[in-house]
């Protein structure tokens, strides 16, 4: 047998700690928090992108009734950013959650299909994209690339 260890390194900043862009971003993405739409799960969940060319694009979680057939805010946003700007690829992605009624944001990170959706994008322009998320301290955590949060994630597909 073969034990194999997998290590990941995630940055944690105070807010102060944080450059320009990267608070303007969290704040872009808490913003727009507001306009999740989360009857079911009174989660609400934004997420603003920072795109090579400088544009910034920020998108809330969209549930259905047929849940959990809703969008999370970050599968949105890459989609919409895709799809707009085909060639340009995203640099940093910012993420924020609070449960409907409270005040301090809650402990998040992207799930598995976000995950994924992340690795693509990386993988379609062959570089990592920055992860911001905010912590209920008021911390945020930093994350280069989505390797240190999908060690093991899925980017071969062969269908012969």
């Not at 995630?10 to 913003?31: C, F, G, M, V, Y």
């Amino acid at each position: 047998m073969k034990k194999i260890n997998l290590h990941s390194e995630l940055e944690e900043l105070s807010p102060e700690e944080l450059n320009p862009t990267e608070r303007s971003l969290l704040s872009k993405a808490q913003i727009v928090s507001e306009q999740a739409y989360a009857p079911y799960s009174n989660f609400h969940v934004g997420a603003a992108v920072l795109l090579e060319n400088g544009e910034v694009l920020q998108s809330s979680n969209q549930e259905n009734v047929s849940f959990p057939a809703g969008s999370c805010a970050e599968r949105l946003l890459l989609g919409y950013a895709g799809a707009n700007f085909p060639d340009t690829a995203p640099v940093m992605l910012a993420i924020v959650a609070r449960r409907a009624g409270e005040e301090t944001w809650a402990e998040v990170s992207p799930c598995g299909i976000c995950r994924q959706t992340i690795n693509e994008s990386e993988k379609r322009f062959g570089k990592p994209v920055t992860l911001l998320i905010l912590r209920s301290n008021g911390n945020v955590l930093r994350i280069k690339g989505i390797s240190e949060l999908l060690p093991l994630k899925f980017n071969d597909f062969d269908p012969e």
